[in-house]
């Protein structure tokens, strides 16, 4: 689709990566130009000529719509939270860890501790977000995990995990 345009078109971009143009094409006295621009694939135009009364030369415009592949909208992450754990005892359910839930954005994604502290004997896997091991202290730990996406985009997830002591100690002053 086409739409003659040679004046004032302006573009919106949202953070969906969709286009709005609205253009014009104000050739008084004269024939209408060369499209100015044009779009294919799913946009849609709506192109409209107006014809004054009294003589007047036309004018015409256009309103445009171009809707780019969806890349997710920005990259989100969630603690999903975790479950506490066991001094001694491979973390999460069968021992397997646990898995910061990032979704948005463009994969692959990237984690990293950016704040407070995992549990001792836990370790983030930066690559997949799984945080996993067996844990050597009892205590709530408090940490801050982000993911980045490929085209850079980053969100934080503010966690915390609270690690027991095995069944049958006392575990002095540890409070949750």
């Not at 104000?26 to 621009?37: E, I, S, T």
């Not at 409209?48 to 920005?74: N, R």
């Not at 066991?86 to 950016?114: D, E, F, K, R």
């Amino acid at each position: 689709a086409r739409c003659n345009s040679a004046r004032g078109a302006v573009a919106f971009v949202n953070q969906f990566l969709d286009v709005f143009i609205v253009g014009g094409n104000y050739n008084y006295g004269g024939p209408p130009q060369a499209p100015y621009w044009s779009t294919s694939g799913s946009g849609v135009i709506v192109a409209t000529t107006l014809q004054p009364a009294g003589g007047y030369p036309s004018a015409s415009g256009c309103l445009a719509y171009q809707d780019f592949p969806y890349l997710g909208g920005p990259p989100q992450l969630s603690c999903d939270n975790p479950p506490n754990g066991t001094i001694g005892v491979a973390y999460g359910p069968g021992g397997l860890g646990h898995g910061m839930v990032a979704s948005g954005g463009t994969a692959p994604y990237t984690y990293a501790l950016v704040g407070g502290i995992l549990p001792p004997g836990l370790t983030l896997n930066t690559s997949t977000g799984v945080i996993s091991g067996t844990p050597t202290f009892a205590g709530k730990f408090l940490f801050t995990i982000e993911v980045t996406d490929s085209l850079g985009g980053t969100a934080v997830a503010n966690c915390s995990i609270a690690i027991c002591p095995p069944a049958g100690t006392s575990s002095g002053n540890v409070f949750y």
